[in-house]
T-cell receptor
Framework: NAGVMQNPRHLVRRRGQEARLRCSPM?????VYWYRQLPEEGLKFMVY????????ESGMPKERFSAEFPKEGPSILRIQQVVRGDSAAYFC?????????????FGEGSRLTVL | AQKVTQAQTEISVVEKEDVTLDCVYE???????LFWYKQPPSGELVFLIR??????QNEISGRYSWNFQKSTSSFNFTITASQVVDSAVYFC????FGRGGSYIPTFGRGTSLIVHP
């Protein structure tokens, strides 16, 4: 299966700990998007990355959140010093390029619970 | 900036009923894609359809059909003869493309469809 792979599927952290969420895009895809889904809400854009490059991080909180997509390996969304409000489902999506046919292919999500 | 509005938070129907999910969008871009995604209870997001702003032809795929009307900035989704397996949250999304576009897809808040047996 060459789909978008996210891990872990479920992650439990205590307040103040760090959470690292990983995303491997579909084969042949070089663009990655991270979205956050809070209960009863839609998908909120966080960050858009290309290999070794952050294209748009306008949806990322200014503090504690960071993302990277290195030349080798998966994209990582990192949340430092987690708080209860960070509990959410985090979805990663990938696409071939910026101006391609348009659809994003999503992973199954990583569900973060902060105790 | 763009905006996608799905005014229906939750719809409940009985199996075999037809149901239409509404989607209204706002954008200043002249070229864009519109999408529908399905999120079943298992949580993953499944791509259903893409339309581009040049093509207002309606589309039918089995029990699913989509009505794109640029004049009213709407992209509605109809399920004919609904089934229990259609129960899910459905998201409408817009993604500009072309020079100067942001390329970032914007999603609506989703419509939760519950189909009762």
């Amino acid at each position: 299966n060459a789909g978008v792979m996210q891990n872990p599927r479920h992650l439990v952290r205590r307040r103040g700990q760090e959470a690292r969420l990983r995303c491997s895009p579909m084969k042949g895809h070089s663009h990655v998007y991270w979205y956050r889904q809070l209960p009863e809400e839609g998908l909120k854009f966080m960050v858009y990355l290309q290999k070794e490059n952050i294209i748009d991080e306008s949806g990322m909180p200014k503090e504690r959140f960071s993302a990277e997509f290195p030349k080798e390996g998966p994209s990582i969304l990192r949340i430092q010093q987690v708080v209860r409000g960070d509990s959410a489902a985090y979805f990663c999506a990938s696409s071939r390029g910026q101006a391609n046919t348009g659809e994003l292919f999503f992973g199954e999500g990583s569900r973060l619970t902060v105790l | 900036a763009q905006k996608v509005t799905q005014a229906q938070t939750e719809i409940s129907v009985v199996e075999k009923e037809d149901v239409t999910l509404d989607c209204v969008y706002e954008t200043r871009d002249t070229t864009y894609y519109l999408f529908w995604y399905k999120q079943p209870p298992s949580g993953e997001l499944v791509f259903l359809i893409r339309r581009n702003s040049f093509d207002e032809q309606n589309e039918i795929s089995g029990r699913y059909s989509w009505n794109f009307q640029k004049s009213t900035s709407s992209f509605n989704f109809t399920i004919t003869a609904s089934q229990v397996v259609d129960s899910a949250v459905y998201f409408c999304a817009l993604r500009p493309f072309g020079r100067g576009g942001s390329y970032i897809p914007t999603f609506g808040r989703g419509t939760s469809l519950i189909v009762h047996p």
